[in-house]
Each structure stands twice: as structure tokens, then as C-alpha cells.
């Protein structure tokens, strides 16, 4: 598997948990709709949370979240609109980034709560 690929998934996988940890309930991991995908999907409270992770190993070229343009954020909402469909879910919808940086066997997160607004 390519280094980008495992470092991704790693970061997923601390995502998830450190989502858990904080009280969210872990609905989907990896979802997809035809090229549209969402790394977790989760309710916090009555809220569903459409999270984005982006995970790197050095924040040298800047931080992961600023990867998150507005064509991945109108990907997310795209992706999220097909799930909110295909679930008939009529949860409100909040969209969170968790940025991760790899440092050796430690890591730093940054979980970003509403981090853009469709349509703004």
C-alpha cells in the first residue's frame, strides 16, 4: 500500500477514535457515492457530522485542513446530500474537519466543529 494511502488511513482510524472519545456516534466510515466519498459520518447529540479528516506527516507545507478547498467541500456536500437521501435522515447537518499531524509515534489533532457552511 502507498505511504499516503496508510498514513490516510491511520489518521482515519485516530479520527474515529478521538470522535468516540468525545461522545460522537460513529454511523459510517468510508462512505461512498459513485466518486464522492466521506471519511466518517456521525451524529453528535441530533446533529449528523459530516467529518472530513486530512492527515499528514508534517505540517511543513502547511496544515492539513487548508486542503479542504471549496471543490472538496462542495464534494462533501454533494456526498452528503446522497447519503441524507438514500438514508431519508432529517437530522440537521454540521460539516467538521480533523486535521492530524503524524509525529513519529505521537500525533497532533486539530478538530475543526462547522468548519464551512454549504452554500456560503
Do not use: C
Not at 496508510?6 to 456516534?25: F, M, P
Amino acid at each position: 500500500m502507498a505511504k499516503h494511502i496508510e498514513t490516510g488511513k491511520k489518521g482515519e482510524n485516530i479520527a474515529a477514535q478521538y470522535l468516540k472519545s468525545k461522545g460522537y456516534s460513529i454511523l459510517e466510515t468510508n462512505w461512498r457515492s459513485r466518486h464522492k466519498e466521506i471519511d466518517i459520518i456521525a451524529m453528535d447529540n441530533e446533529e449528523l457530522v459530516i467529518v472530513e479528516v486530512k492527515t499528514r506527516s508534517t505540517d511543513y507545507f502547511g496544515y492539513p485542513e487548508e486542503a479542504v478547498n471549496n471543490k472538496k467541500q462542495n464534494l462533501l456536500i454533494e456526498a452528503a446530500q446522497a447519503y441524507i437521501n438514500e438514508t431519508d435522515t432529517d437530522a440537521a447537518v454540521r460539516y467538521d474537519i480533523v486535521s492530524i499531524v503524524l509525529t513519529g509515534r505521537s500525533h497532533t489533532i486539530h478538530h475543526i466543529i462547522d468548519a464551512f457552511t454549504p452554500g456560503l
